[in-house]
């Protein structure tokens, strides 16, 4: 039985799939995407987040630290990075929940027990399981092994991918999904080398490898102020048209809250535009697929 490192479970989700769906966010992504909503998902190893604002200066995490890498000052606990080991002793001991594991391993077992609680969710609603990240697709041996368990526990399955993997992965997860709900974040290759980090042909050809094996596909595509623009749409639009036909394209508005939880991690915003985009261009935007025959929703 695999395992896989997961930052968080979350249940009651509606805009992850059909239906209430409970949703499962893998750690780490070979993106790293300026606009990323959830930056704590791109490393693939675990760490411990403390907010000083919930702290209790209790020192309970100081006492709890094995390797004694913690001390309490007038401004919260200090750790001292060249001796922790982020074991989360110290999250374990912290009665305010400041000090918090971002990331843990789970085994198909554990997680198939937190997902089958929401059973009669899922059947009154036509829910299921949506896995997500980060990129589930880097931990494609367990992500294939607790899709075929879910598989036989007759629950809807979908998965959110950037589709950046190899294309032997993309086939063998493939047969295990029900929904893919792929990511098209931008369509010029230099710039989406630049705000990614990553080329775009290798997402653009599994694309095309999914429709082509019969996979049901929904595109997600953000829209990213200072990046999308007339053109990256309509160039959406050109690719797409060139394909088998999707199940439907989301086009997402940008939320500045994504600015506030790079704050929140010590990490660089490094989007000069986060601005509103206008509703008219967007409402252009997807009136311009609409024209070409594409299924378009805004949000969701």
């Known amino acids: 039985m695999h395992t896989a490192l997961v930052f968080d479970v979350q249940k009651f989700c509606i805009h992850d799939g059909p239906g209430i769906r409970t949703t ?40 709890a630290c094995p390797e004694g890498a913690l001390a309490l000052g007038p401004e919260g606990v200090v750790t001292d990075a060249a001796v922790c080991r982020q074991h989360g002793a110290c999250a374990d001991a912290c009665p305010a929940e400041a000090r918090r594991r971002v990331g843990r391993t789970i085994d198909v077992d554990g997680l198939l027990a937190q997902v089958e609680r929401d059973r009669p969710y899922y059947e ?100 990213i102020p200072g990046v999308t623009d007339d053109a990256g749409i309509d160039r959406l639009g050109t690719f797409l048209g060139t394909l088998p036909p999707v199940d439907g394209v989301n086009l997402l508005p940008f939320h500045r809250s994504a600015r506030d939880k790079h704050r929140k991690f010590d990490m660089p915003w490094l989007m000069e535009h986060d601005g509103d985009i206008p509703q008219d261009r967007v409402a252009a935007w997807a009136a311009h697929l609409a024209s070409r025959g594409l299924p378009v929703s805004v949000g969701g």
């Open 24 to 63: 499962v966010f893998f750690k780490g992504c070979p993106l790293s995407c300026w606009w990323c909503h959830n930056p704590e998902s791109r490393g693939r190893t675990p760490f411990v987040h403390y907010d000083r604002e919930r702290c209790l200066g209790c020192g309970d995490c100081v006492r």
């Open 124 to 223: 009154e609603s036509g829910g299921g399981v949506t896995f997500s990240g980060g990129e589930p697709l880097l931990q494609w041996r367990f992500l294939v092994e607790m899709l075929s368990a879910c598989g036989e526990r007759g629950l809807h399955r979908a998965v959110d991918t950037t589709g950046f993997a190899a294309p032997g992965v993309v086939r063998r997860v493939a047969a295990e999904v029900d929904l893919f709900l792929y990511d098209l974040k931008v369509m010029d290759d230099a710039l989406h080398r630049r705000a990614t980090g990553v080329p775009l042909r290798p997402i653009l050809d599994n694309l095309a490898l999914l429709l082509s094996l019969g996979a049901r596909v929904r595109i997600r595509m953000p829209l």
